[in-house]
Nanobody, 126 residues
Framework: VQLQASGGGLVQAGGSLRVSCAAS????????MGWFRQAPGKEREFVAG????????YYADSVKGRFTISGDKAKNTVSLQMNTLKPEDTAVYYC????????????????????WGQGTLVTVSS
């Protein structure tokens, strides 16, 4: 499976950005797609995830109410709409796919995902 992320950029605090991820290859056994982010000097952290079987969406507390994840299993795409961005949202954003049916707590663990995109940089200026 190959993942291609796009859509990052520079935005002022309070603004919006949308990042997207397209999957190709052996995607038929994808159960969960997630977004993670990693800021300089920090560990990679869960942002949002979507479970294809149920359409269930899950968010980190830090982005709940501001970010919205959406996915299209038929097109093998997942997007993250980010509104009311804050400087602390600045990070490289990565999409990832898990080919096992993760429980919610596992969706937040980077090591549970099987494939990763290359990352796209989001910079929020104050």
């Amino acid at each position: 499976v190959q993942l291609q992320a796009s859509g990052g950029g520079l935005v002022q605090a309070g603004g919006s950005l949308r990042v997207s991820c397209a999957a190709s290859g052996r995607t038929f056994s994808s159960y969960v797609m997630g977004w993670f982010r990693q800021a300089p000097g920090k560990e990679r952290e869960f942002v949002a995830g979507i479970r294809y079987s149920t359409g269930g969406k899950y968010y980190a507390d830090s982005v709940k109410g501001r970010f919205t994840i959406s996915g299209d299993k038929a097109k093998n795409t997942v997007s993250l709409q980010m509104n009311t961005l804050k400087p602390e949202d600045t990070a490289v954003y990565y999409c990832a796919v898990a080919q096992t049916p993760l429980i919610v707590s596992s969706m937040m663990m980077p090591d549970k995902y099987d494939y990763w995109g290359q990352g796209t940089l989001v910079t929020v200026s104050s």
